[in-house]
């Protein structure tokens, strides 16, 4: 980051404080018995996956790894038209779409499905909290058949 950016690193702390207590009350709901199982979900940070040496290399690679951006994405959802349609759109027009009122979104990494969840608003910003993940196994899965 530049150093002009420090002015707004103020504002990003206080949004991010909203988003922890959102997290928080989050727990505390799920104290309740309806706590979701994983890592992540539960506040945890998610711990990188080890070869079996605990050399310092490794360990720099991994973290090399860990830096790079990924896009991610939320789908609410998605719909064919034709070109036709799409000339004819304008500001107020309504495209109607696969997925169902209150239906979990996809969450995306790089185009690939890696959870599902549900929308969540936080001091008028919008987030999702994921209710489905999916497992590292099917994830590699999914990716091998394509």
């Excluded at 002009?4 to 404080?17: H, K, L, S, V």
């Excluded at 711990?47 to 991994?62: L, T």
């Excluded at 790089?110 to 489905?132: C, H, M, P, S, W």
């Amino acid at each position: 980051m530049a150093t002009e950016d420090i002015p707004g690193e103020a504002a990003a702390d206080d949004g991010m404080a909203d988003w922890a207590e959102a997290l928080l009350e989050q727990k505390s709901g799920d104290a309740d018995g309806d706590a979701q199982n994983g890592t992540v979900l539960s506040g945890e940070s998610p711990r990188p996956f080890s070869s079996g040496s605990s050399s310092d290399g490794s360990a720099q690679d991994i973290n090399m790894v860990l830096d790079i951006p990924v896009q991610l994405s939320v789908e609410l959802g998605r719909t064919k038209v034709p070109i036709k349609h799409i000339l004819q759109l304008g500001q107020g027009s309504v495209v109607e779409l696969d997925a169902l009122a209150g239906e979990p979104m996809d969450v995306l990494v790089n185009g690939y499905l890696i959870a599902q969840g549900e929308v969540v608003v936080v001091n008028d910003k919008f987030g999702i909290r994921l209710t489905d993940v999916v497992t590292p196994s099917e994830r590699l899965r999914r990716v091998s058949k394509n």
